[in-house]
């Protein structure tokens, strides 16, 4: 069965579906929460590709369980599914941090897009429904493609979607290390 390349990355919140949006260019598979992304890879895309973008939370999900992990650096973690060719790429410690991480790597205000620059009032935006399609962190997040924690993401994304099962690992290592 053919699948649309944005149908086989499923971010776990609202900011994260915004940024993978921008990355990729189309309109991906959001899902609401950690759990979620997982229970759409082991029932509706058991048999095909998948990547999970998910937080770094303070309680790594069971499901993980079944990952083994690749690579990482301080921001972005890479898993592979032990049996299938499912991807987990966890972001850290979250979203907000990994966008003001980036901002800073590029001299970037977040005041010049109307965003707080802090990390609670940021948190605000990201956390709402329309932060999926918001405009301005859309806007933001096309500036930020340039810093290089988001290169690293987008640069990842890329070559997953591009090399679904014949993925090399040691590409990927390069690619985030």
Do not use: W
């Not at 410690?93 to 802090?118: C, Q, T, Y």
């Not at 810093?147 to 591009?162: G, N, Q, R």
Request: glycine residues 2%.
């Amino acid at each position: 069965m053919f699948m649309q390349r944005e149908n086989l990355v499923l971010p776990e919140c609202y900011i994260d579906t915004n940024l993978v949006n921008t990355l990729i260019g189309k309109s991906c598979n959001h899902q609401k929460g950690c759990p979620t992304v997982f229970k759409v890879m082991n029932e509706r895309l058991k048999d095909s590709f998948a990547i999970g973008v998910i937080d770094k939370d303070k309680r790594e999900p069971k499901a993980l369980e079944s990952f083994m992990p690749i690579c990482n650096n301080e921001y972005i973690y890479l898993y592979k599914h032990a049996n299938r060719p499912h991807y987990i790429i966890q972001v850290s410690p979250a979203e907000e941090v990994f966008i003001l991480h980036a901002a800073e790597e590029l001299g970037v205000h977040l005041s010049d897009f109307g965003l707080p620059e802090d990390l609670e009032s940021l948190k605000q935006y990201t956390k709402r429904a329309d932060a999926k399609n918001s405009s301005l962190f859309t806007s933001l997040f096309m500036v930020l493609k340039e810093a290089p924690t988001i290169k690293t993401m987008s640069m990842t994304l890329d070559y997953l979607l591009e090399n679904k099962f014949s993925a090399d690992t040691a590409i990927l290592c390069n690619i985030i290390k």
